[in-house]
């Protein structure tokens, strides 16, 4: 597993060219889904010209606040658009999971049983029954 930046770097090129699979996190934020646009055509470069292998495994959706309807459209939108490619498991807006990097750990590590820990147990068990 590579974790690269959020931005589209050449380290970012270069874990793709690396790369069998992607999961691509997606903020339920309105710019990330121009983000999400850039991405995906970079994807399509690289899988065309340095990687014919690379596969998207799923998009993550992160930061999600049930409350909001903005989080609620870009999830819909995601959705509409890549149909199933996203993962069921939602990443949800936490501040567990903001804290626990200051501390020098893992969400895992930080709140075990905290809301966004638990999310991403969910997402490695929907990983390993699809893989």
Not at 74 to 81: I, K, L, P, S
Not at 83 to 98: D, G, L, Q, Y
């Amino acid at each position: 597993i590579i974790d690269s930046p959020p931005s589209l770097s050449f380290l970012t090129i270069n874990t793709m060219v690396a790369s069998d699979k992607l999961i691509i996190p997606v903020q339920c934020e309105y710019f990330a889904l121009e983000g999400l646009s850039e991405l995906i055509n970079t994807y399509k470069k690289i899988k065309a010209v340095w990687n014919p292998e690379l596969d998207i495994l799923g998009i993550l959706l992160t930061m999600y606040d049930e409350r909001l309807n903005l989080s609620k459209q870009v999830a819909e939108d995601v959705v509409n658009a890549f149909k199933n490619k996203v993962f069921e498991t939602k990443i949800p807006r936490n501040v567990k999971v903001a804290e626990s990097p200051s501390f020098g750990q893992s969400i895992l590590h930080y709140d075990l049983k905290s809301q966004g820990a638990q999310a991403y147990l969910s997402l490695t068990k929907e990983i390993l029954e699809y893989e």
